[in-house]
């Protein structure tokens, strides 16, 4: 199927008002690398020594400077943005259009899948080391209350995530002013600190960044793991693409944030050349003391809009791999009805609170957990860089050396990152490599399981024609009633469909077979939604295309059959779905016992098909067989 012609093109096209939709995207794309700030100074300082020299403070900020230009500004925003699949962007929509063009399948697939599960794994991180940083502002006007720091951040972390189930479109709509806000505030403090001292503006020059990487020894490279965090919100601007489109995204970036970013980070390194006191945020001793409960309090906000934007996000990522047929089918509640990204899932969201919380629990300070973050984040990005090399040379057609040269680019960068990065693992790295791992082995699982099932199921592939002659030969009778039988296979007669037949021993009078299509495009024209063909006396054969963008609703197709001359009334219909219980195969040469159990275990739990298509509850009949694989 041609997945070119069936592509929406006008869902996916973005309101002319750029700059509003730029405003919005402030609340959403940015939180993650927009409170970098709060930590990665810090961290980086506490790296490179007790008592860093100007020398240090200048490379320190130079390499700071050119890693959100080499990254961000260059590899996500120049070029990851560029290959979107039809408006949307991310790791997962570049590896869907790679998969099927070239060689190499397996590896775009695995790499994309990985890139995906890392995502998880950070974004376990990214609220509790936000939300401690924040409130660690209060050491500095409130030293006696340090005590309280933890047990208000897991509060705060246990009400975000206990209010998803009612939906966050409402208080959505001050995201975009709150980090507008935090933006100018940051900028101005910046300005500030920079006044201090102009001289940091040198840090400009990426000699200053080079001579502290070639003359510190292993201390240059230990660095580097905090530098890195000044960027794990980078890959947000690619994966959150089809919310806003590129143009607001770029104007967001590089009219207001990245300045912002640069600022600010000048203006603290600025004060620490002034002679200020580094074992404390120095980001809060920018601020005059007069206004710095006031800032902590906007510090706060922001971190809690930035842990918002990564559940939104784990829930948009969720639905897109679950759609793709990564994931079991999970329950998927649409929170606001004029809002498509607005779900809401329930396990992704509560797994995700017990992993975050635990991880503030256990690290206690943003400065523990700057030790285990970043390390999903960096082997992201290296997927990332390869699949872009891979996507410049067959969607841009470009020559091997010009892909070569521009992602050996990235790639080094990435490598290096990720290098400094390992040495993390033993410090609590493991805990999201560990995350990932689990969740890019259930999805490689499932998809095998789907896959062995359905060579089990199609063995036997009866044609229609063949079919309705033995019906015919057999006496068995045609009764008044409609029939939809639920099939994967768009040829044949559906297993479903002969097992209903072999133990009834009759058919309804109307037929219809219909095939959800899940395509490798965000969403369908909803002209292309549909296609009927009349294959025998009475029975239809339906097959409805979605993107993985969408959900799938098979009462809302009605309309669409009766359009098709189709005289079928879905309304009156029962509903035939196939139950497959998982079993070995005897012959012992089935996929390993272990993935098979696991499959199994999955497929029992995932989300019944009658909900999760909107079917009618009191008009579905299941069928259930034995499958071996």
């Known amino acids: 199927m041609d997945q070119t012609a069936l592509a929406s093109h006008s869902e996916t096209q973005k309101s002319p008002n750029s700059l509003w939709l730029a405003g919005s995207a402030l609340g959403v794309v940015f939180g993650d690398i927009g409170t970098s700030p709060l930590y990665t100074l810090k961290t980086v300082i506490l790296l490179s020594g007790s008592s860093p020299t100007p020398q240090v403070i200048l490379g320190l900020l130079s390499l700071i400077i050119w890693t959100l230009i080499l990254v961000t500004s260059l590899k996500y925003a120049a070029f990851a943005m560029r290959f979107d699949n039809r408006g949307e962007g991310g ?43 924040a409130l660690e502002g209060l050491n500095i006007v409130f030293p006696e209350g340090k005590h309280l720091i933890l047990p208000a951040t897991v509060t705060i972390l246990v009400a975000l995530f206990a209010i998803q189930p009612f939906g966050t479109a409402k208080i959505g709509k001050v995201f975009g002013p709150i980090m507008t806000l935090w933006f100018v505030v940051i900028a101005a403090l910046g300005i500030w600190g920079i006044l201090q001292h102009p001289a940091v503006l040198l840090a400009i020059n990426p000699y200053y960044g080079f001579h502290f990487l070639l003359s510190n020894g292993l201390v240059s490279f230990l660095v580097l793991g905090g530098v890195f965090l000044c960027v794990t919100g980078a890959e947000a601007l690619y994966a959150d693409m089809g919310h806003f489109g590129k143009k607001p995204i770029w104007i967001a970036w590089y009219g207001m944030v990245f300045p912002s970013l640069l600022l600010n980070y000048a203006g603290q390194s600025a004060l620490l050349l002034s002679g200020a006191d580094s074992s404390h945020n120095i980001f809060f001793r920018l601020c005059p003391p007069v ?147 689990a969740i890019c082995g259930v999805m490689i699982v499932w998809h095998r399981g789907i896959q062995a099932t359905l060579t089990v199921i199609n063995e036997k592939n009866l044609d229609v024609l063949q079919f309705f002659d033995k019906l015919r030969a057999n006496d068995i009778p045609r009764v008044p009633g409609s029939a939809v039988f639920l099939t994967r296979s768009q040829s044949g007669v559906p297993p479903v469909m002969r097992w209903h037949v072999m133990r009834n021993r009759s058919l309804q009078e109307n037929v219809l077979t219909l095939t959800i299509s899940v395509l490798n495009v ?51 219909a029962t509903y035939y779905l196939g139950h497959e219980t998982i079993v070995g195969r005897e012959d012992g040469l089935g996929i390993p016992r272990w993935q ?14 009658t909900h999760y298509y909107h079917l009618p509850a009191d008009q579905v009949v299941e069928i259930s067989r034995r499958v071996a694989i």
């Open 291 to 437: 206004m710095q409960i006031p800032l902590v309090i906007l510090a706060t906000l922001a971190t809690i809009i930035a842990s918002q934007a990564i559940i939104t996000g784990a829930f948009s990522m969720t639905r897109q791999t679950i759609q793709l047929g990564w994931l079991p089918r999970l329950t998927i509640k649409q929170t606001a009805e004029d809002n498509y990204g607005q779900i809401y899932i329930g396990i992704v969201n509560w797994l995700l609170m017990i992993v975050t919380v635990f991880l503030a629990v256990f690290f206690k300070s943003s400065d523990n957990l700057a030790a285990a973050y970043g390390i999903a984040v960096s082997l992201t990005m290296l997927m990332t860089s390869g699949l872009l090399y891979v996507a410049m040379r067959r969607l841009w057609h470009w020559n091997r050396t010009a892909s070569g040269l521009v992602a050996l680019l990235f790639l080094v960068i990435d490598t290096c990152f990720l290098i400094a990065n390992m040495i993390k693992v033993l410090d609590g790295g493991y805990i999201p490599l560990l995350l990932a791992a």
């Open 91 to 133: 790791i997962m929509a570049l590896m869907s259009q790679l998969q099927h063009r070239g060689k190499g399948r397996r590896l775009i697939i695995f790499a994309g899948l990985l890139g995906a599960a890392l995502i998880y794994g950070d974004g376990a991180i990214t609220p509790a080391i936000s939300v401690l940083s």
């Open 522 to 572: 965000p969403r369908i024209a909803r002209v292309n939604r549909l296609v009927v063909h009349y294959v025998a006396p009475n029975y239809w054969r339906a097959v409805a295309y979605y993107g993985f963008m969408e959900r799938p609703n098979i009462p809302a197709l009605q309309a669409e059959i009766s359009k098709r001359n189709c005289p079928f009334e879905l309304a009156d």
């Open 596 to 609: 098979r159990n696991s499959f199994a275990f999955m497929a029992r739990n995932c989300t019944h098909a």
